[in-house]
Structure formats: structure tokens, C-alpha cells
């Protein structure tokens, strides 16, 4: 799964509509809300304004620690199908998480036809994706770990082999250590560590 590294504006003409795209990092419905909002005042003239999103977060698992997925998507007027969904359909083909995609109609006075819509919605949104910077989107878990200094080269290896993030490390009586760890790979993780330091190593959840 990918997240947008940043924000990104396209615009696609057909048979005079003229369609501006809009893609956005968000995280909750209320920024979305306020984006809307915003393009509603810029755009007063608009003929509709269609958007769909996709979130997910460390909160929102099932039992096997994958990810549920909160997806919306409006037509806007638009006939049933033309607009929100193909947009969605978008972020989802492209495997976006945490993203907004918005797209503004201004009617050129030529109908497009059912067909039309949907390519012309599809099209709108994949140029606003067209050349962004995509980051991995992963969900991860925080811990404090503790353990001696004789496990160092153990843990090391450990924390190489699953790639783990080490957000920071203290030396003094023992080795103390926050790591972010891919919630996909906790269980492992953890159990390899408690195997390599004989069960010594100390870890407790960081809150956060």
C-alpha cells in the first residue's frame, strides 16, 4: 500500500467540461470536509464536485492484523455510478490509503453520455496520481526494548533482517532502544528477540 508524499493538481478538457483534479493526504473526514469546503468557495461556478477517499489506520485491523479499509464516494448530482465510484475505483487500482481525491465539473453545455462520465472521472483522477512521489504505507507498532550488552550482535541482526526502524538508542547499564515495528510481523519479531536473549529482553508498548 502507498500514501501521497504530497498534494497534486491536474485538469482534463473534454467536449467543452473541463474537469480540475485535486489529490490530498488526509486522515480524517473532517479535513476532507474542509478541503471540499474550500474548493466550493473557489469554485462557485461549478457544476458538480465528486470526491471519493480511502483511510486506514493501526486502529482499525481484524484478528490477522491486516488493515480495514473506510471508503466513501459521491456523485454529486452526477448520474448514478459516473463519477464516485470511478474515482475510488482509482485510488483502489492504484493501491492508495489515506488519500482524497476530488474532482470539479464545470458543464461545458455537451452531454457526455454514462460512458463518457465514467472515463472522463477516471481519467481526471488518474492525473492527479500521474508523476506524484508515492511513500510505503505501513502500519507499525512502537516498543521500548531493554537487554544486556551480550545480545547486542543478536539483536542487531534481527532488527537488519525485518528492516526495523530504531527511532532511538541508550547505552548505559544495559541497551535501551524505541523501535517501530511492521504490525504484519510483530509476533515473529518478538518471539525471535525473547529466543535470541533467552527470554531476558524487556519489552513494553510505547504509547503514543
Given at each position: 500500500m502507498f500514501t501521497v508524499a504530497g498534494n497534486k493538481f491536474a485538469e482534463y478538457k473534454i467536449?467543452?467540461?473541463?474537469?480540475?483534479?485535486?489529490?490530498?493526504?488526509?486522515?480524517?473526514?473532517?479535513?476532507?470536509?474542509?478541503?471540499?469546503?474550500?474548493?466550493?468557495?473557489?469554485?462557485?461556478?461549478?457544476?458538480?464536485?465528486?470526491?471519493?477517499?480511502?483511510?486506514?489506520?493501526?486502529?482499525?485491523?481484524?484478528?490477522?492484523?491486516?488493515?480495514?479499509y473506510d471508503e466513501f464516494c459521491t456523485d454529486a448530482g452526477e448520474p448514478s455510478g459516473t463519477a464516485g465510484r470511478?474515482?475510488?475505483?482509482?485510488?483502489?487500482?492504484?493501491?492508495?490509503?489515506?488519500?482524497?481525491?476530488?474532482v470539479i465539473r464545470f458543464y461545458g453545455g455537451t452531454k457526455l453520455g454514462i460512458r463518457g462520465l465514467i472515463n472522463a472521472y477516471t481519467e481526471s483522477a488518474k492525473l492527479t496520481?500521474?508523476?506524484?512521489?508515492?511513500?510505503?504505507?505501513?502500519?507499525?507498532?512502537?516498543?521500548?526494548?531493554?537487554?544486556?550488552?551480550?545480545?547486542?550482535k543478536s539483536i542487531k541482526k534481527i532488527i537488519d533482517l525485518y528492516d526495523i526502524k530504531v527511532n532511538n538508542s541508550n547505552y548505559s547499564s544495559s541497551i535501551k532502544q524505541t523501535i517501530s515495528?511492521?504490525?504484519?510481523?510483530?509476533?515473529?519479531?518478538?518471539?525471535?528477540?525473547?529466543?535470541?536473549?533467552?527470554?531476558?529482553?524487556?519489552?513494553?508498548d510505547c504509547i503514543y
Amino acid at each position: 500500500m502507498f500514501t501521497v508524499a504530497g498534494n497534486k493538481f491536474a485538469e482534463y478538457k473534454i467536449r467543452n467540461s473541463n474537469f480540475k483534479s485535486y489529490i490530498y493526504n488526509v486522515n480524517s473526514v473532517i479535513d476532507i470536509k474542509n478541503k471540499i469546503n474550500k474548493l466550493t468557495e473557489k469554485y462557485p461556478d461549478s457544476s458538480h464536485i465528486c470526491y471519493a477517499y480511502r483511510f486506514s489506520s493501526k486502529d482499525n485491523l481484524d484478528l490477522f492484523n491486516n488493515p480495514n479499509y473506510d471508503e466513501f464516494c459521491t456523485d454529486a448530482g452526477e448520474p448514478s455510478g459516473t463519477a464516485g465510484r470511478p474515482i475510488l475505483n482509482v485510488i483502489k487500482q492504484n493501491k492508495l490509503v489515506n488519500v482524497t481525491i476530488i474532482v470539479i465539473r464545470f458543464y461545458g453545455g455537451t452531454k457526455l453520455g454514462i460512458r463518457g462520465l465514467i472515463n472522463a472521472y477516471t481519467e481526471s483522477a488518474k492525473l492527479t496520481i500521474k508523476d506524484i512521489k508515492l511513500n510505503k504505507w505501513v502500519i507499525s507498532k512502537k516498543i521500548y526494548i531493554t537487554y544486556e550488552y551480550k545480545f547486542e550482535k543478536s539483536i542487531k541482526k534481527i532488527i537488519d533482517l525485518y528492516d526495523i526502524k530504531v527511532n532511538n538508542s541508550n547505552y548505559s547499564s544495559s541497551i535501551k532502544q524505541t523501535i517501530s515495528i511492521e504490525i504484519k510481523e510483530y509476533q515473529t519479531i518478538i518471539k525471535t528477540m525473547l529466543e535470541k536473549t533467552n527470554g531476558t529482553i524487556q519489552i513494553e508498548d510505547c504509547i503514543y
